[in-house]
């Protein structure tokens, strides 16, 4: 793409896309979480605007190269069940259409004369029949989600198929990871108690041996 003074600026704008990815990349394992309590007690205090504050920062922190497993098990360990669904999908979704964005603006081009001829089949593969793949690929909790947001904008993809594919694709591993993060004080407990018990009974088995292997002794 050459601007109005005839400069090409393709390289220019995948760098700057290389670039917000590693700025991502470092912001996100540089940042300290905040405490729970401080995130819930923030919630309460400021009301639907904190909510959607919260939703916002999901869809940043998902633009970037973070499992969005674990913010998905965080929110659900924050807020709650119904309300971590709902801000977990609405801002892997904004998230999603972000990257695409991004992606199709920044690096389409480049990624277009690198490959040149080569990604011309994917590229018809993908605009015509790109649902089912980008589904499978959502469906598979082992395929990044900020790859499939980025990749598939530097393709041919049309951005409705894209957007349907996502949000279908995402709820059930969605789902199943708020839950586990809303279970997990539960979860804890369990946990706590299925060792507690084993280790109590141990515990009186070692007295009750002890006093009558004392007492032994003291009859011989």
């Known amino acids: 793409m050459r601007t109005p003074g005839g400069a090409d600026t393709t390289w220019l704008?995948?760098?700057?896309?290389?670039?917000?990815?590693?700025?991502?990349a470092v912001v996100a394992v540089s940042v300290d979480l905040p405490d729970v309590d401080v995130v819930r007690d923030?919630?309460?205090?400021a009301g639907?605007?904190?909510?959607?504050?919260?939703?916002a920062g999901v869809a940043l922190v998902l633009t970037a190269p973070v499992p969005r497993t674990a913010v998905s098990v965080a929110?659900?360990?924050?807020?709650?069940?119904?309300?971590?669904l709902v801000v977990a999908l609405t801002g892997a979704m904004v998230a999603a259409v972000v990257s695409f964005g991004l992606s199709r603006?920044?690096?389409?081009?480049?990624?277009t004369r690198l490959a040149g001829s080569r990604l011309e089949r994917l590229d018809g593969l993908?605009?015509?029949?790109?649902?089912?793949?980008?589904?499978?690929?959502?469906?598979l909790p082992v395929v990044p989600f900020v790859v499939l947001s980025y990749g598939a904008g530097l393709t041919a993809m049309r951005l409705l198929p894209y957007v349907a594919a996502t949000a279908l694709g995402i709820l059930p591993s969605t789902v199943v990871q708020v839950g586990v993060g809303a279970s997990a004080p539960a979860l804890a407990s369990s946990?706590?108690?299925?060792?507690?018990?084993?280790?109590?009974?141990?515990?009186?088995?070692?007295?009750?041996?002890?006093?009558?292997?004392?007492?032994?002794?003291?009859?011989?």
């Open 48 to 55: 639907p605007f904190g909510w959607m504050g919260l939703g």
């Open 126 to 139: 993908l605009a015509e029949r790109g649902f089912v793949p980008l589904l499978v690929g959502r469906l």
């Open 42 to 45: 923030w919630l309460r205090d």
């Open 75 to 84: 929110l659900g360990l924050v807020a709650g069940f119904v309300p971590g």
């Open 13 to 24: 704008r995948a760098t700057v896309l290389v670039g917000l990815l590693a700025v991502g």
């Open 191 to 220: 946990a706590a108690a299925a060792v507690a018990v084993p280790v109590l009974v141990l515990v009186v088995v070692a007295v009750v041996w002890f006093r009558r292997r004392r007492a032994g002794l003291s009859l011989s």
């Open 105 to 111: 603006w920044l690096g389409r081009e480049a990624v």
